[in-house]
């Protein structure tokens, strides 16, 4: 599926492709690149968490997905004997990195990641956070691992949550785009994980790669990358030109935000509608610095590339 992002994630969208899921089965979807679903499937995840195995006789795992031994399994089959040359976390919610460790323990590969959060700014979340997760490697934006025609650039792409990466496969005219641009759907962007400004500044960055097949962590492969992170930015100002028309009228309570500019939004993903709202206040009103402060401070690298 490689529609148009929807405003946000369609629980009707979500259905659909988890009827056409095929959990645990490793499948091809690109020269070299193996996908394993996992049976995650939740409101913002869509059909589950992707799993990739990427490479030919040496092989990477990117983003590992839930410790469910079930899915452990399925991609220690995609690697079928391989050597497994690292393991790469996009970020340390919970739906992507707890398998890293399993995996690690199972194939003797290295994790590797931008680095663990700080608890200073975890005790201002409930969001779902994989708050023990510490790469083995910690990476650098721009970092880069590998040799020859396979190669690994990490991204450091802030702005849907703190130590988020995005991975580029230079040679190979790959991108492995994480949560920050997914197949089904546009990601949500909640302070104080998540920050708009930093989110578009992202954008910018994958934009800049100009990679030309898009490996999202949910949803289906996008073949035309840059098409896509193009629209997503354009869905994100249209919506933040919504936000600043309403206040302009007077109206600045993120729910009531929301009640003027979702249409037809399900009632459990009004608080996420929300959040989303308060990014949009939260860049209008530039505060975003502080919350940049903590996040830089609590980044603990281990091995800096
Ligand atoms: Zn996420």
């Known amino acids: 599926m490689t529609e148009t992002p ?5 629980p009707i969208v979500a259905a659909q492709l988890r009827d056409e899921a095929k959990y645990g089965i490793p499948q091809q979807v690109a020269p070299g690149v193996v996908r394993v679903l996992a049976n995650n499937a939740k409101d913002y995840t869509g059909p589950g968490t992707n799993t990739y195995v990427v490479g030919d006789e040496k092989v990477w795992i990117f983003d590992p997905g839930p410790d469910d031994p079930a899915h452990v399994r399925a991609v220690i089959a995609a690697v079928g004997g391989r050597k497994v040359s690292g393991i790469f976390i996009t970020h340390t919610h919970l739906d992507h990195s707890p398998a890293a460790n399993p995996l690690a323990r199972i194939t003797g590969a290295k994790t590797y990641g931008f680095g663990k959060l700080s608890g200073d700014i975890l005790a201002f979340t409930d969001e779902d956070v994989d708050a023990d997760f510490c790469p083995d490697v910690a990476l650098a934006c721009g970092g880069v691992v590998g040799d020859d025609d396979w190669q690994v650039m990490a991204i450091h792409t802030p702005g849907h949550f703190p130590n988020h990466m995005c991975y580029a496969l230079p040679h190979k005219g ?3 785009s ?4 997914m197949g089904w759907s546009t990601t949500v962007v909640v302070p104080p994980l998540g920050h708009l400004g930093e989110y578009l500044d992202s954008l910018d960055k994958l934009e800049a790669g100009g990679s030309r097949l898009m490996l999202p962590s949910h949803g289906p492969v996008v073949e035309e990358s840059v098409s896509r992170i193009r629209d997503v930015r354009e869905h994100r100002m249209m919506r933040h030109a919504q936000v600043k028309e309403c206040m302009g009228r007077g109206i600045t309570h993120p729910a009531q935000i929301v009640t003027e500019i979702y249409e037809g939004l399900t009632p459990r993903l009004m608080e996420a509608a929300e959040g ?4 949009h206040l939260e860049l209008i009103s530039e505060t975003g610095e502080q919350r ?3 996040v830089r401070q609590g980044t603990e690298p281990v091995q800096a590339l």
Request: aromatic share 0%; charged share 10%; proline share 5%.
């Open 276 to 279: 989303c709202v308060r990014a």
């Open 174 to 176: 790959l991108l492995l």
């Open 292 to 294: 940049l402060q903590a």
């Open 6 to 10: 929807s405003h946000i994630p369609s």
């Open 178 to 181: 994480g949560d920050h641009v």
